[in-house]
């Protein structure tokens, strides 16, 4: 009977076979191998219809999110149809995250529902505000640090705004809904531009540019004054794509406001308004290459500077326009990969650099992966010996951790978190 199932229980049992498990509080919460959190839910069926297979409501509690986020935790969903039929969502919380920014809370929990239709693709569904494709999380079972992992890793899907949100609802919900919702819905509002215009200097003030909406007739809508002048505007409009721009009347704007280059902002555009573009010398971006930008920002945070050369450059902007942000990102990455071997290969004994290099060579053979080299691991220790941090001690050219290494990531954590409380 489906009413004696546990699929949390078989779940742990399930994981037991490869990793150990301790249970952290019941059978809700559980550490995988010391190195990270599983928040564990399950639901139902409530029922087929016509256009899904099943219907499953979930609820995550605030206050256990928020306790365990930064310890590398994962909200699992098990979404049971039968004892021999459970389809189990993971969801790192790095990627949750994005979504909660839409849930309203309801007794202390953020409640949505996750849809199945009948091409086995998974919804997740926000009340009164769309839904996102997370069918990339079905049993996705990589529980290693986010910066370790090598192989696919899902992302949230596509969003889909509820056709019912209009520009009424923007403007009394707005306090309530994000600015990647608010940026779709009021981009396909071409009755009420302004809406968009609002949108895109929220956007562009949130990539750190100095952005001042102006709008009106013979206006720019939106001028960027500092760290560099450009000029942004807005086409809304219920199409798909925009199909013709008037280039001169923004090439004049741009002059009147004395801007280095233009970036025109839609829904989307078509093959040969993007040519247009790269000979009048515009800059296209569609809104959910915009969007795409924002969600990297909140993750890995930019200067204004790492964004001028996307935004300048004429023609439409596309994933390979954004490869200088993803370079620095998985350079970052490897970074802070790299000051974490060191933090493993360490001890309270003193040792040189040299014997230092020699102990990660050895562990890096072990693991095959990329050896340090003696440059990086100086830099690394220069940083970790600083009065900020004070993770490592030096003696006479020898170096030692003051803590062992699960309370010197935890200082380290700590020190950035009392940094950002000024």
């Known amino acids: 009977m489906i009413n004696d199932l546990n699929p949390k229980e078989l779940l742990i049992e399930r994981l037991q076979e490869e990793y150990s498990i301790e249970k952290v509080r019941g059978k809700d919460i559980v550490s995988i191998n010391s190195n990270a959190i599983l928040y564990l839910r399950y639901n139902k069926n409530a029922g087929t219809t016509k256009s899904y297979l099943g219907k499953f409501w979930f609820g995550v509690t605030r206050s256990e999110y928020e306790k365990y986020f930064n310890k590398n935790l994962f909200i699992i969903c098990a979404c049971v149809f039968d004892k021999t039929n459970i389809d189990y969502l993971v969801f790192p919380s790095y990627e949750f995250d994005k979504i909660i920014k839409n849930l309203s ?13 009948n091409s086995n693709r998974y ?44 520009a009424e609802i923007l403007e009394t919900a707005k306090e309530i809904i994000s600015l990647e919702s608010e940026l779709l819905l009021s981009s396909k509002d071409s009755s009420n531009p ?100 924002l969600m990297i920002h909140k993750e890995n945070i930019f200067s204004p500077f790492d964004y001028i050369n996307i935004f300048k450059t004429p023609g439409i902007i596309n994933e390979d326009s954004l490869k200088p942000l993803y370079d620095t990102i998985n350079q970052n990455n490897k970074m802070i990969g790299k000051i974490n071997m060191l933090l ?24 095959n992966i990329e050896l340090i080299k003696k440059e990086e691991i100086k830099y690394f220790i220069s940083l970790l010996t600083n009065d900020i941090f004070r993770i490592l001690h030096e003696d006479n050219g020898k170096y030692a951790l003051r803590y062992n290494y699960t309370l010197a990531r935890m200082k380290i954590e700590q020190t950035i978190q009392n940094f950002c409380r000024f």
Request: net charge positive.
């Open 194 to 293: 302004k809406y968009f215009e609002i949108a895109l200097e929220k956007a562009f003030k949130e990539l750190g540019f100095s952005a001042t909406r102006i709008g009106g007739p013979g206006e720019t809508d939106i001028l960027v004054s500092e760290p560099i002048r450009f000029i942004v505007d807005g086409k809304s409009t219920k199409a798909g794509s925009k199909s013709s721009i008037n280039f001169t009347r923004i090439k004049r704007h741009m002059k009147d406001n004395a801007a280095e280059f233009m970036v025109i902002a839609s829904v989307g555009f078509d093959p040969a308004v993007a040519r247009d573009a790269e000979i009048e010398g515009a800059t296209l971006i569609d809104i959910n290459t915009l969007i795409n930008i």
């Open 105 to 117: 809370l309801q007794s202390g929990q953020w409640k949505f529902t996750l849809l199945k239709d």
């Open 344 to 367: 493993k290969n360490l001890d309270f004994f003193y040792r040189s650099i040299d014997e230092i290099k020699g102990r990660l060579d050895l562990y890096c053979e072990q693991k």
């Open 123 to 166: 919804v997740m569904q926000i009340p009164h505000i769309g839904k996102y494709d997370v069918t990339g999380f079905i049993n996705y079972f990589d529980f290693a640090p986010r910066h370790f992992r090598k192989g696919y890793v899902p992302k949230i899907g596509k969003f889909e705004p509820t056709l019912k949100m209009t």
